[in-house]
């Protein structure tokens, strides 16, 4: 891990980081995209760009997260920096689980599976060792469910998004 990314991690606990965070998501969409998904986060810790069919609109709608990897599947967390509601693409994906992930500039079509019980604690605790501040955001989200996200290869991916330049 770099210096950086060392940093980061620990600065990912403070509200305000995650504050600041937040009105960066906007460009590090726009780094993922002119970087067809090859960077992401800054490189500073392992990101891919999620794209999800809106529920509403029925458009592809991309987002950077952090993962882990799970044997062949990509794990994400729903914890939207410990705001009190679900993050956008976690409802997207709980209405249509089929997405798509770019990663290092690979796009793999998935589809998404809400983890529970065991599975999820086994997979929480590899995500709170890539970001220890999940375990704030869940103090700062109250009673709302963090949801845990496995993505899996296969399926149909997102209509259009392949259309779209990124």
Do not use: C, K
Not at 56 to 61: E, L, T, V
Not at 76 to 93: A, D, I, R
Not at 101 to 110: A, D, H, L
């Amino acid at each position: 891990m770099s210096v950086f990314g060392a940093v980061t991690r620990r600065l990912g606990h403070h509200r305000w980081f995650a504050a600041v965070a937040r009105l960066l998501v906007p460009a590090d969409r726009a780094v993922g995209r002119l970087t067809r998904g090859r960077v992401v986060a800054l490189g500073l810790v392992p990101s891919l760009i999620l794209t999800t069919t809106g529920r509403r609109s029925g458009q592809p709608r991309s987002t950077p997260l952090l993962y882990v990897r799970d044997e062949d599947a990509y794990v994400v967390v729903g914890s939207n920096w410990g705001q009190p509601h679900q993050p956008g693409w976690s409802l997207n994906l709980l209405a249509d689980p089929a997405a798509e992930v770019t990663v290092r500039g690979r796009r793999v079509p998935v589809r998404a599976e809400v983890v529970t019980g065991p599975e999820r604690d086994r997979l929480w605790q590899r995500l709170v060792t890539e970001w220890p501040a999940y375990r704030t955001y869940v103090r700062r989200a109250g009673d709302r469910e963090i949801r845990v996200f496995r993505l899996v290869p296969g399926g149909r991916g997102v209509p259009g998004a392949g259309d779209r330049r990124r």
